[in-house]
């Protein structure tokens, strides 16, 4: 009998708890950002056509080309709150990945690490999407792709 108790009362803990564990999943916006060679899509407001077979072929066109890209790219504003960035590979034929992290973070800071934001992975196949959630306080941000040498596109979240 003493069994049976406490087996309703884990069941009636999970009953409880699970609500609370997926809450912030629920009420999160999701923002889409697609990849291509070179360059999320979004921010730049169309596909500027690079050709990559590799992260070499992207550094060279991001070496050349970023700086003026970013001066015309559209910086994303948001409210803060919870957000999941579903972030897909449209047709790169090396996996991908994002990243996305405060402006001023420097992943080489141990302590960054754990006072600063900043959500990353890997594994984009082509024609793969892959969810993101974080949860954005006012700031600064960037957000990019190492694997793919996107430019450090710029997030402002306000209040």
């Not at 009420?27 to 407001?45: D, K, Y």
């Not at 990945?97 to 080489?108: K, Q």
Request: charged share 25%.
């Amino acid at each position: 009998m003493a069994y049976h108790r406490h087996f309703e009362f884990i069941i009636a803990a999970v009953i409880l708890i699970t609500p609370l564990m997926i809450r912030p999943a629920m009420g999160a916006q999701v923002i889409e950002l697609t990849q291509t060679p070179c360059q999320f899509l979004e921010p730049e407001g169309k596909n500027l056509g690079f050709s990559s077979t590799k992260k070499a072929d992207c550094v060279a066109i991001n070496k050349k080309t970023a700086k003026d890209r970013l001066v015309k790219a559209t910086v994303l504003t948001l409210k803060s709150g919870e957000y999941i960035f579903r972030v897909k590979n449209k047709d790169v034929s090396y996996p991908l990945g994002f990243w996305l992290r405060e402006f001023d973070y420097d992943w080489r800071n141990p302590i960054h690490k754990l006072t600063k934001i900043s959500i990353s992975g890997g594994g984009l196949k082509t024609g793969v999407s892959k969810d993101y959630a974080v949860k954005l306080e006012p700031g600064e941000y960037l957000y990019s792709c190492p694997l793919n040498t996107t430019p450090d596109y710029r997030l402002v979240v306000t209040e």
